[in-house]
Structure formats: structure tokens, C-alpha cells
């Protein structure tokens, strides 16, 4: 199956969206703390007792368990809608570090456009095997050509897809 390559003008032209993603993951991941913070004190206080249903502050842990999942359902369909469903992906820490990698061609091979979360215009890329440590600066040369090959004459991203 081929993906999509984008061009660094495209890439570009995602980047506010990414940022709202970001900003909605970051609220949920708080939320997250938030409330394992409450039910760490309630386990601290009561102990297993408190999963008990006629135990006082067993709705409250229930409230604070279900608000996590919650959250984490929130994250997971920010993720899924606002950056894979539109042909990005994540390398390893991309959700915690805010990283994102755009598939895109560079002479015949499939490259990674790279973004970190906080910079302004995409101006990095990597090779598919190097990560973030293999980020070089995007040359103008570079940005006028780059996603530009038909990723169909490629081949895959990943050739054990």
C-alpha cells in the first residue's frame, strides 16, 4: 500500500492544525494527572476498600476513573483524526515530545519531513531509519522538490506493510 507524500508546502500548511491537537492532547494528558493525583489519595486513604460499591467515596473513585478513560479516549481520537488520519505519523515520543513526521519523497526514496512542536515552519527532514537524531535542514533546493515524486513509482513507506 503507498502513502500519501506531502510536499513541505503542504506539510506548512498543517502545522496550526497540529498545534490544536497538541493543545487538546496536552489539556487531556493534565486532565489525566489531575485526577490520578485525587485517586492515588484515595488508595492511600482507603486501599482496596474503596472499590467496594458501599464504600463512601466510591463514586468519587468511580468519577475518577471514568474521567481518565475519558481523556484518554479524547487523546486517542485527537491523534487518530488530527495527524494519522491525514497521513502523518509518530515517531517513538512523538505524542509525549510533540514530534510529527510527514512521509514525503526526496530522489526516489520516501524521506520523513520533521516537525517538533513550538516551531513556527517545517524546516527539518530525516531519513526513514535515522529519527529525530538524523534531522538535517531542509535547503530551498530541497523545498522545491521535495514530495514531489510519484510515490506510487516508489513503492511503499514500509515494505513489511
Known sequence: MSRKSFTVAEADALIPALVEVFKQVNAHRRTIRELAGKLEV???????ALREPDHPDHAEFNAHREGIDRSLRGIQTAVERGILDRGMRFPAGGVEEGLVDFPSTYEGRWVFLCWKLGERHLAHWHEIDTGFAGRRKITE???RVMGTDNPDAIGDLDPDE
Open 42 to 48: 484515595l488508595e492511600l486513604l482507603w486501599g482496596s
Open 141 to 143: 533546493a530541497q523545498r
